[in-house]
């Protein structure tokens, strides 16, 4: 967020709408117009928040454009907002807001997009138990938020760090397991699988995803392939996050999109381990079961951009890959 002392308000919006697509907001109703690439503008002459402006821009290249367009005269006074960081929990959020608070020095706050100008470095730190890849309002954030001092890029890894201590720290002796997924794509569309798995995941609330990183893994000896690793915190048997697995990795025609494997404590979960009676007898029928008890758990929404996402990774294997066989 970005505050301008204007000698002429009116002016300078239209550069702006001009020159780096700017737009009018209104916080009233459009709290779910900006992410993490956005720049809310204040433009500000006889009054505060004269004119609001939306960006999709950083702050750096909306001072280069104002500078390098000739409006450095018209611009009396610039402040920034205090740096935004949004942390997502569950259980009892409170019981981590407090030791964030005794750690850091912290102050409370209330939750609000419109920040004024900070005067010393310092970042509002919020809370929610919401899916932090979906576009927030405000009553959707835990009621109180944290001022802390420290600057935003500082700060951040700091909190990413201790994340699974804060997330321990609200679960209040409930007994949730750690796991570790790994995804393999030969083709190596690793972002369309990972979209799908993650889309997926959260939507059914199958738990927390607390790291992300990239690994290799070993399935012969000497021969190291690269794996996506998503470390995740689930209150549900373990055998819930490979169901949804089996569901993910092969297309309807029989093609595997890709290798999902579920670790719990070093061990990797078989497929086998799911076996029934009758079509659940053989992995084709178990794959068909779970992939329609997948779609039938879905939300529509979650529904549509999983198979969005299936036809693409399907669209993007060679057309020489041969069908599997029938069994």
Known sequence: MLYLKCADVRPVEAFLQSRVAARSFDP??????????????????????????????????????????GMAPLLCRADLAPGTILMRLTGKIERALK?????????EIIPDFLLPPSERDETALFFTKR?????????????????????????????????REYLEETLEGQKWTEAEVRIYDVYGHYDVQVNRFLVAFRDLELGIVVEESWGKDYPLAMMAIPIYRLRIFTPLPMGEIKRLAIGLEFHPDGVRLADIDVFENGERLNWSDFKGKGELATR?????????????????????????????????IPANVLLPREE
Do not use: C
């Open 284 to 316: 084709p029928g178990l794959i068909s079961h779970l992939r329609r008890e997948l779609h039938g758990r879905l939300s529509p929404k979650a529904l549509t951009q999983v198979l969005a996402l299936e036809e693409e990774a399907r669209r993007l």
């Open 28 to 69: 009233g109703f459009d709290q779910r117009g900006f992410d993490e690439q956005s720049t809310l503008v204040f433009l500000e002459r006889e009054r505060p928040r004269e004119r609001l402006v939306l960006i999709q821009a950083a702050p750096d290249e909306v001072f280069a454009e104002l500078i390098n367009g």
């Open 131 to 163: 899916p932090l890849n979906q576009s927030l309002g405000l009553d959707e954030l835990y009621p109180l938020g944290l001022m802390v001092p420290g600057e935003r890029n500082a700060l951040f890894p700091v909190l990413r760090e201790r994340a």
């Open 99 to 107: 030791k964030i608070k005794e750690e850091f020095k912290a102050r």
